[in-house]
């Protein structure tokens, strides 16, 4: 009687839309909270792309000049797009790691064991890493604005980069949870990280696809890195433009929806297996 | 007056002993590193990675840089490749300091603390494993390097120079990470190896050289002592007719680097391990 009334709960509770995102919210507030608790493991994936900003900034400051190169005040106008894409990517990386780290130490057992709306699990994991995405985006812009990186579309311009990068995170950071969810390791989401470092260093993120040339070019071309970057790059560069703000808003878009799809079928794969 | 003699004849045979105890530990932890290396083939494997995939990727992105005025070399991979060849052998040495973590945590290193073994060939054996895996390592670049278009501008000796730069980082990356790791004895000494590492080989003429660097980077740059191992490793690479072209000039800096930063590194890695016994 008592385990027929829990079942009986169970699926109220998991059908009423209104617990789902009162669920969600509270998984939601756990993974933020666990981000900024542990300064340790997210500061690295601010410093590294700050530092290579700055880096990039005085050691690519005269290339400007070379043929093929886009229009831009300094360098690091340029290289902005790629500083927030590189700290987003790899801060995706990190929440990822959490929802694998979930699996393993048995808190993703416990939830399904609770009453807790699936999807919830995946997207209140999620949402910490898409507020972390675009609060690094903000820091990022409001760093080196001061030393040059302007961002030609204005306020209007921020606000729209802020989003693009809170959708890159979604983007990345759903792809990840795929991994996490498939393997269950934090050490196999670990492992995906030098393949994103290898697609970030054969993109357009650090020098314009215009001076590459041959196969360089033409993988540039193909990987979705650069188009991520260039998006965020034509708010920066171009101005407020319909067509700058559709690319940097519409890219991530499109390529969080693919991935949602894909690990919200990884998550129903996992969840046959209990 | 016997007894002295006799006394004396001891100690030089215990020394001659410890000597020979010396080198025969170091060659069993030779073999030991580089057996491992054999059976576990995924560990060496971003060693190997790292080099080629940081030639292949910096040359092409960074190709447009050959177009600068004063540029030293109109080829990017024959830039890029030393920078490669640097980057995996500074972590091929640091790599050291990981394995060392591990068999501290593991006790495998405590059991050769109690074994009558000379400390000095607890850090010689692997720094030598570390040079035949460094040589290995720059073979195989240097062959990729020439499949990509590298040329060299002074022939063997710009293998030479580019191998003694890489050998040099590699006993630098290696006296630094076996000390970080006696100090730390856990992982959090791998993050500064690889931090520190990172930061010091990129702030020097890593990408660019410092005609090309503007502000903060072409002072840190023309400080930083890694700036003159490029140099050596670079001068067969570069063009005839630039400044950093071979020549004693150009040689002497780098080797003067890697000895003085070798001996300071190594010191730094036996006094933390002499820690370590106290």
Not at chain 1, 207 to 233: C, D, Q, W
Not at chain 2, 201 to 224: C, D, E, I, K, Y
């Amino acid at each position: 009687m008592t385990s027929t009334t829990a079942v009986l709960s169970q699926t109220q509770v998991t059908r009423s839309p209104a617990t789902a995102v009162r669920q969600t919210v509270a998984l939601a507030k756990r993974s933020t909270l666990e981000l900024f608790r542990q300064p340790a493991i997210v500061l690295p994936s601010m410093i590294f792309p700050l530092f290579f900003a700055f880096l990039g900034n005085s050691s690519f400051g005269r290339t400007t000049s070379l043929p093929g190169f886009p229009k831009v005040s300094s360098y690091l106008q340029f290289q902005l797009a790629g500083t927030i894409t590189q700290g987003v990517l790899f801060g995706s990386v990190t929440g990822a790691a959490a929802l694998a780290t979930d699996i393993e130490n048995g808190f993703f057992d416990r939830l399904l064991a609770a009453p807790t709306s699936r999807t919830g699990i995946l997207f209140g994991r999620l949402a910490g890493s898409v507020l972390f995405g675009a609060l690094e985006t903000a820091v990022f812009i409001f760093a080196l604005l001061p030393f040059g990186a302007d961002v030609s579309a204005g306020i209007r311009g921020i606000m729209a980069m802020i989003v693009s990068g809170a959708l890159i995170s979604l983007a990345v950071g759903a792809l990840m949870s795929s991994v996490a969810l498939k393997t269950g390791s934090s050490e196999a989401v670990q492992g995906t990280f030098p393949l994103l470092f290898i697609l970030l260093f054969f993109s357009s993120a650090f020098f314009p696809r215009e001076t590459m040339t041959g196969v360089y070019k033409t993988i540039a071309g193909l990987n979705p890195i650069s188009h991520l970057v260039e998006g965020l790059r034509a708010l920066s560069l171009e101005g407020f433009t319909a067509s700058a703000t559709a690319r940097a808003i519409l890219v991530p878009l499109a390529i969080a929806i693919v991935a949602l799809f894909i690990a919200n079928r990884q998550l129903r794969s996992r969840l046959k297996s209990h | 007056m016997n007894t002295a003699t006799h006394t004396s004849t001891h100690t030089m045979i215990s020394e001659k002993d410890l000597h020979t105890t010396t080198m025969r530990s170091a060659g069993e932890l030779i073999k030991r590193s580089l057996i491992n290396t054999r059976r576990l083939p995924s560990a060496f494997f971003p060693t190997l990675a790292m080099p080629i995939f940081n030639m292949v990727s910096f040359s092409g992105t960074f190709f447009a840089l050959t177009k600068l005025p004063n540029f030293p070399t109109d080829r990017s991979v024959n830039w890029f490749m030393p920078l490669g060849l640097a980057m995996g052998s500074a972590f091929s040495g640091v790599g050291l300091g990981f394995s060392l973590i591990r068999d501290l945590e593991n006790g495998f290193y405590d059991r050769l603390r109690m074994s009558p073994t000379s400390r000095v060939s607890l850090i010689v054996g692997p720094v030598l494993a570390t040079w035949i895996r460094v040589t290995l390592v720059s073979v195989v670049v240097f062959i990729a390097g020439f499949l990509l278009g590298a040329r060299p501008t002074a022939g063997l000796l710009s293998y030479v120079c580019s191998l003694a730069a890489a050998l040099g980082i590699s006993t630098i990356g290696a006296g630094w990470g076996l000390g970080l790791g006696y100090r730390f004895q856990d992982m959090r000494g791998a993050a500064i190896m690889q931090l520190s590492i990172f930061l010091t080989m990129f702030m020097s003429t890593a990408q660019v050289p410092l005609n090309v660097m503007t502000g903060w980077l072409h002072t840190v740059a023309r400080l930083n002592p890694i700036t003159n191992i490029f140099r050596l490793s670079r001068s067969g690479w570069v063009n005839q007719t630039d400044p950093g072209y071979m020549s004693w000039s150009n040689a002497y800096g780098g080797l003067l680097a890697i000895g003085v930063l070798s001996v300071l590194s190594l010191i730094f890695a036996l006094q933390s391990l002499k820690n370590i016994d106290n």
